[in-house]
């Protein structure tokens, strides 16, 4: 009984694998991951879980994501004992944000495309949504509330302490953040919580919508991931210390985060890149789509002075630390402001990664990022060594190789606005590459580097990497897909019927005319009404039309053997139809008696409280 709990052989022919396994050898084994305790929910006892196929490959997250918390850790604790040579371990630390829309229930049942995409495929934008900006500070609704404060215990049962609530941006869009723990847990946590959310909604008639852009017109929501490492001995690398030690150590370590982002950024920033998300990047509302990192004035002011810090010569490298080193007190956390369109930012004492999706399991990002980080650790450590083997002393060996770090991870340093054309150009300009084509970034796991990392590191194999590749395609496929589907139902069987029925009264309308008024009269009278007839007409054709465009081009997709090459042809043809008909189905909505509209509206949804 007790082995049972231990490892499982779940059949896991269902599970998308990314042809990591055929579904004659479709074996997979669960095992208990011990650093993440049990729990009981619905009087069953959940066990957190790895799972891998039979040859040994990882078919979930957890797993890379312990091995970069692994990874990550070996590397850390060879740095940090430069300073403290008594330190054991070094511990990933998450405080996760999590942002999200409720919804009233009816409402949401209501509408096909929220229930089976999670997202409306369409919604004229209401009269008023966030433009009076009146919501962030808004009262929270008394519905939700009591909601909130039901999740909340919940989730002290569970053993998560959730530290902050407030509204959002948008409307009925709200935020809560857990206090910030361990990596693994923090992610276990997370989900969790996002399972206990969805449950306790529909007690107080609400659904929790957790995807990236549920409304358009209106900010989506997103994941923060907080982000820092902790040793043994209760220190967090990325805290400005108060002696010149521990200065250094958090120089060190930032230094490496630097070049790690820099190095990777186009990794870690695919990581985000799921058709739910891509909805959201890249808007003024959101990260945009290429990564940059943020560091405050007062830390950006210092970097560059090690930057600039003369020649290697010994002498100046010396003068350069003591200068620097009697200056990072400064850097407090009041004294860095916070650049809310940077998509990861350094926040006083840790860095707070802003592009994840709100759906989004961000141990499928973070695990990139520790890998990353891991791997410049190593080689920080590996250039200091070998600095203090030809004579220099441990300190100045270090600033050598921080400068080194900071001036060729320049190039990943904003502070302006992340949001902005220049930005746009500056970025392109320094070489960083951003994400212009969703299924395209896909690709970056296949790249040489990415799997020297991945593998050097020990964190996930080839194989691994391809598997993960094929099963972003299918995801991406399979949700556009759905997506298509539910608006070509939405479009035929909802939107066309109910113009139909509204150019019938208009029809009739113009034909009492007709029979009432006389002639060189009822011309004048009925010229609007036809004028709308026209226009309902139109968009009924167009919509017809455009509907067929977009099924033809789902067959084209559907045809090709690569997932890839499908999902890219959704991404080019399907999607830019799908928008169209939407276009004509908003027109349509404010054409079209209010009575007859089929779908609640964007201002029920959003203000119904
Ligand atoms: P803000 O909205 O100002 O960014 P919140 O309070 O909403 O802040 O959320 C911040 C999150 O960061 C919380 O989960 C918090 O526990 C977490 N956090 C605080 N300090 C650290 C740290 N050193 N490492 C990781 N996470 C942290
Ligand atoms: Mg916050």
Same mark, same amino acid.
């Given at each position: 009984?007790?082995?049972?709990l231990?490892?499982?052989?779940?059949?896991?022919?269902?599970?998308?694998?990314?042809?990591?396994?055929?579904?004659?050898?479709?074996?997979?084994?669960?095992?208990?991951?011990?650093?993440s305790?049990?729990?009981i929910?619905?009087?069953?006892l959940?066990?957190?879980?790895?799972?891998?196929?039979?040859?040994?490959?990882?078919l979930?997250?957890?797993?890379?994501?312990?091995?970069?918390?692994?990874?990550?850790?070996?590397?850390?604790?060879?740095?940090?004992?430069?300073?403290d040579?008594?330190?054991?371990?070094?511990?990933?630390?998450?405080?996760?944000?999590?942002?999200?829309?409720?919804?009233?229930?009816?409402?949401?049942?209501?509408?096909?495309?929220?229930?089976?995409?999670?997202?409306?495929?369409?919604?004229?934008?209401?009269?008023?949504?966030?433009?009076?900006?009146?919501?962030?500070?808004?009262?929270?609704?008394?519905?939700?509330?009591?909601?909130?404060k039901?999740f909340?215990?919940?989730?002290?049962?569970?053993?998560?302490?959730?530290?902050?609530r407030?509204?959002?941006?948008?409307?009925?869009?709200?935020?809560?953040?857990?206090?910030?723990?361990?990596?693994?847990?923090?992610?276990?946590?997370?989900?969790?919580?996002?399972?206990?959310?969805?449950?306790?909604?529909?007690?107080?008639?609400?659904?929790?919508?957790?995807?990236?852009?549920?409304?358009?017109g209106?900010?989506?929501?997103g994941?923060?991931?907080?982000?820092?490492?902790?040793?043994n001995?209760?220190?967090?690398?990325?805290?400005?210390?108060?002696?010149?030690?521990?200065?250094?150590?958090?120089?060190?370590?930032?230094?490496?985060?630097?070049?790690?982002?820099?190095?990777h950024?186009?990794?870690?920033?695919?990581?985000?890149?799921?058709?739910?998300?891509?909805y959201?990047?890249?808007?003024?509302?959101a990260?945009?789509?290429?990564?940059?990192?943020?560091?405050?004035?007062?830390?950006?002011?210092?970097?560059?002075?090690?930057?600039?810090?003369?020649?290697?010569?010994?002498?100046?490298?010396?003068?350069?630390?003591?200068?620097?080193?009697?200056?990072?007190p400064?850097?407090?956390?009041?004294?860095?402001?916070?650049?809310?369109?940077?998509?990861?930012?350094?926040?006083?004492?840790?860095?707070?990664?802003?592009?994840?999706?709100?759906?989004?399991?961000?141990?499928?990002?973070?695990?990139?990022?520790?890998?990353?980080?891991?791997?410049?650790?190593?080689?920080?450590?590996?250039?200091v060594?070998?600095?203090?083997?030809?004579?220099?002393?441990?300190?100045?060996?270090?600033?050598?190789?921080?400068?080194k770090?900071?001036?060729?991870?320049?190039?990943?340093?904003?502070?302006?606005?992340?949001?902005?054309?220049?930005?746009?150009?500056?970025?392109?300009?320094?070489?960083?590459?951003?994400?212009?084509?969703?299924? &395209?970034?896909?690709? !970056?796991?296949?790249?040489e580097?990415?799997? $020297?990392?991945?593998? +050097? %590191?020990? @964190?996930?194999?080839?194989?691994?990497?391809?598997g993960?590749?094929?099963?972003?395609?299918e995801?991406?496929?399979?949700?556009?897909?759905?997506?298509?589907?539910?608006?070509?139902?939405?479009?035929?069987?909802?939107?066309?019927?109910?113009?139909?029925?509204h150019?019938?009264?208009?029809?009739?309308?113009?034909?009492?005319l007709?029979?009432?008024?006389?002639?060189?009269?009822y011309?004048?009278?009925?010229?609007?009404?036809?004028?709308?007839?026209?226009?309902?007409?139109?968009?009924?054709?167009?919509?017809?039309?455009?509907?067929?465009?977009?099924?033809?081009?789902?067959?084209?997709?559907?045809?090709?053997?690569?997932?890839?090459?499908?999902?890219?042809?959704?991404?080019? &043809?399907?999607?830019? !139809?799908?928008?169209?008909?939407?276009?004509? $189905?908003?027109?349509? +909505? %404010?054409? @079209?008696?209010?009575?007859?509209?089929p779908?609640?509206k964007?201002?029920e949804?959003?203000?119904?409280?």
């Amino acid at each position: 009984m007790g082995d049972a709990l231990i490892q499982q052989e779940p059949d896991a022919s269902s599970f998308p694998s990314g042809g990591l396994r055929n579904t004659f050898e479709a074996r997979g084994y669960t095992a208990w991951d011990p650093s993440s305790p049990a729990f009981i929910m619905d009087q069953t006892l959940c066990i957190p879980t790895v799972f891998v196929s039979y040859t040994g490959d990882a078919l979930d997250i957890k797993t890379p994501h312990l091995k970069s918390l692994r990874a990550l850790d070996q590397a850390a604790v060879e740095v940090a004992r430069y300073f403290d040579p008594g330190t054991e371990n070094v511990n990933v630390v998450y405080g996760i944000e999590q942002e999200y829309f409720v919804v009233d229930l009816a409402l949401y049942r209501a509408r096909p495309d929220l229930m089976l995409c999670d997202r409306t495929l369409q919604g004229h934008t209401a009269a008023k949504d966030q433009q009076l900006e009146d919501h962030y500070f808004g009262n929270i609704p008394s519905r939700v509330m009591a909601f909130m404060k039901d999740f909340e215990t919940e989730a002290y049962k569970l053993g998560v302490y959730i530290k902050t609530r407030h509204n959002e941006v948008a409307p009925n869009q709200f935020e809560f953040a857990p206090y910030h723990e361990e990596a693994n847990l923090a992610i276990d946590h997370n989900q969790m919580i996002m399972m206990v959310m969805r449950k306790l909604a529909k007690r107080h008639n609400l659904k929790v919508i957790f995807h990236e852009k549920p409304y358009a017109g209106i900010n989506g929501s997103g994941k923060h991931c907080n982000w820092s490492l902790c040793t043994n001995k209760g220190v967090n690398v990325f805290s400005p210390g108060k002696t010149p030690q521990d200065n250094l150590q958090f120089l060190s370590f930032i230094a490496c985060t630097l070049k790690a982002v820099y190095e990777h950024h186009f990794l870690i920033m695919s990581t985000v890149a799921t058709l739910s998300n891509s909805y959201r990047l890249g808007g003024s509302e959101a990260p945009p789509a290429v990564l940059s990192m943020f560091m405050g004035s007062t830390l950006t002011e210092l970097l560059d002075m090690i930057e600039k810090g003369g020649s290697q010569r010994k002498k100046d490298i010396e003068q350069a630390r003591m200068e620097i080193v009697g200056m990072v007190p400064e850097i407090f956390p009041d004294n860095t402001d916070r650049n809310r369109t940077s998509p990861f930012a350094f926040t006083g004492n840790r860095f707070e990664f802003r592009a994840i999706g709100s759906s989004a399991n961000c141990a499928s990002s973070m695990l990139f990022l520790n890998t990353a980080v891991a791997q410049q650790l190593r080689i920080f450590k590996t250039l200091v060594d070998k600095e203090m083997e030809n004579g220099l002393k441990l300190e100045d060996a270090l600033m050598k190789i921080i400068r080194k770090f900071v001036k060729e991870s320049r190039h990943i340093r904003f502070e302006g606005n992340g949001y902005s054309e220049q930005w746009h150009e500056e970025s392109v300009r320094r070489g960083l590459r951003g994400i212009q084509n969703v299924t &395209e970034a896909y690709k !970056v796991l296949l790249e040489e580097k990415t799997v $020297a990392l991945m593998e +050097e %590191m020990c @964190v996930m194999n080839r194989r691994e990497l391809e598997g993960r590749f094929e099963v972003r395609n299918e995801m991406y496929v399979k949700k556009l897909q759905i997506e298509a589907r539910v608006m070509g139902d939405l479009a035929i069987n909802h939107f066309v019927p109910t113009a139909i029925r509204h150019q019938n009264l208009l029809l009739e309308n113009v034909r009492g005319l007709k029979e009432v008024f006389p002639a060189g009269e009822y011309e004048e009278l009925v010229s609007t009404q036809l004028k709308a007839l026209r226009k309902t007409a139109g968009y009924v054709n167009q919509m017809r039309g455009l509907v067929h465009d977009m099924i033809e081009a789902r067959k084209k997709a559907n045809k090709l053997e690569a997932l890839h090459d499908r999902a890219a042809v959704y991404a080019s &043809e399907v999607l830019p !139809v799908m928008e169209k008909i939407r276009d004509a $189905a908003d027109h349509l +909505e %404010m054409i @079209v008696d209010d009575e007859l509209w089929p779908l609640p509206k964007y201002r029920e949804l959003l203000f119904l409280r």
